[in-house]
């Protein structure tokens, strides 16, 4: 089955870390460019950081850039995200999206989500 | 940044009846390849999103004949040429020309 799945959220201080783990199956994971998208708790769908196929391009939106990092392992078909320096705006589902081909940018597969709640 | 803004917000409609929403880009949304950026997402209460359409005007895959998406440049619009009772949920369109890649506020969806 063609499907992610994130792992790896949960309740973490403000100033903490945590790391998602986004396991692909049922295609062939290094050919896919990768995204995190987030949405924080009744609001609206937020791009966070994407990845190219071999992991030598990355790009993250301006609130997480020098505290997220964005990583792949194509042998384990996985894809990280790396949080560090957590703030409560941070709090949100983090969903982990596959971009469909190579020239178009739009996100065709998507996971059930993790949620990460910053918080003291 | 570009922005994206949507309109409306809110979208009471009968089953049956049409439905449109509109989605402008602060920038034109036209790559030097060719193509135009702009996708649109279903979002069902409880759910992880869902492409729609791709770059402007494409169905993904397994999407209904009822979705259509028109448009260029700066603006563009998502038609539901008939709604019915699992539309329900929120609409967002999405630039993709360029990091950070944004999405508009969202559109609900209810049915009357």
């Known amino acids: 089955e063609v499907q992610l799945v994130e792992s790896g959220g949960g309740l973490v201080q403000p100033g903490g870390s945590l790391r998602l783990s986004c396991a692909a199956s049922?295609?062939?994971?290094?050919?896919?460019?990768m995204s995190w998208v987030r949405q924080a708790p009744g609001k609206g769908l937020e791009w966070v950081a994407h990845?190219?196929?071999?992991?030598?391009?990355?790009s993250y939106v301006a609130s997480v850039k020098g505290r997220f990092t964005i990583s792949r392992d194509n042998a384990q078909n996985s894809l990280f995200l790396q949080m560090n320096s957590l703030r409560a705006e941070d709090t949100a589902v983090y969903y982990c999206a596959r971009v469909m081909t190579t020239v178009t940018t739009d996100f065709d597969l998507w996971g059930p989500g993790m949620l990460v709640a910053v918080s003291s | 940044d570009i922005v994206m803004t949507q309109s409306p917000l809110s979208l009471p409609v009968t089953p049956g009846e049409p439905a449109s929403i509109s989605c402008r880009s602060s920038q034109n949304l036209l790559h030097s390849n060719g193509y135009t950026h702009l996708d649109w997402y279903q979002q069902k209460p409880g759910q992880s999103p869902q492409l729609l359409i791709y770059l402007a005007s494409n169905r993904a895959s397994g999407v209904p004949d009822r979705f259509s998406g028109s448009g260029s440049g700066t603006d563009f619009t998502l038609k539901i040429s008939r709604v019915e009772a699992e539309d329900v949920g929120v609409y967002y369109c999405m630039q993709g020309l360029q990091t950070p890649y944004t999405f508009g506020q969202g559109t609900k969806l209810e049915i009357k």
């Open positions: 990845i190219n196929q071999r992991g030598s391009e990355k």
């Open positions: 049922g295609f062939t994971f290094s050919s896919h460019w």
